[in-house]
């Protein structure tokens, strides 16, 4: 039940995989950083850093909530680069199998994503008086 001047959030399965995809994608990151860079310092920092860069990346461009809101390309090409760097990740550590299957499956779940904004924000210029 909601209350009066608050909207219902609907959270279906392709939102709840995106999730899973970008915490997939913070783990290849950090997992990148612990295995391809020698210990202690460069190794903590990238396995560290290069999780949380991607994480203020996307907080600032990409979240629903985003401090510099984009349109839908800006949002798409932030999403590409993110995931796309997960991806390279597991290519770059020697599992390109994972590397591959990640990306299919992120793409899939990104174009799904992506068509459903685009409806969204053409259903919402409709609705506004002119």
């Known amino acids: 039940m909601t209350t009066p001047g608050t909207v219902a959030v609907r959270i279906g399965p392709n939102d709840v995989l995106r999730f899973v995809l970008e915490l997939f994608a913070l783990f290849s990151l950090g997992f990148w ?3 391809a860079w020698p210990f202690p310092w460069p190794g903590v920092l990238f396995m ?7 994480a203020v ?11 510099f ?8 090409l932030v999403e590409i680069f993110v995931m796309g760097a ?3 990740v597991w290519f770059m550590i020697g599992y390109p199998v994972v590397g591959v299957i990640f990306g299919v499956v992120a793409a899939i779940s990104g ?6 904004e685009i409806a969204a924000e053409l ?5 506004e008086p002119r």
Do not use: H, M, N
């Open 86 to 88: 997960a991806v390279a």
């Open 33 to 35: 950083g612990y295995l």
């Open 69 to 76: 809101p984009l349109d839908v390309v800006g949002r798409s």
């Open 111 to 116: 174009v799904i994503a992506g068509r459903a």
């Open 48 to 54: 560290v850093g290069a999780p949380l860069f991607a």
């Open 123 to 127: 259903t919402a210029q409709e609705a």
């Open 57 to 67: 990346v996307w907080a600032l461009f990409r979240s629903p909530k985003a401090v």
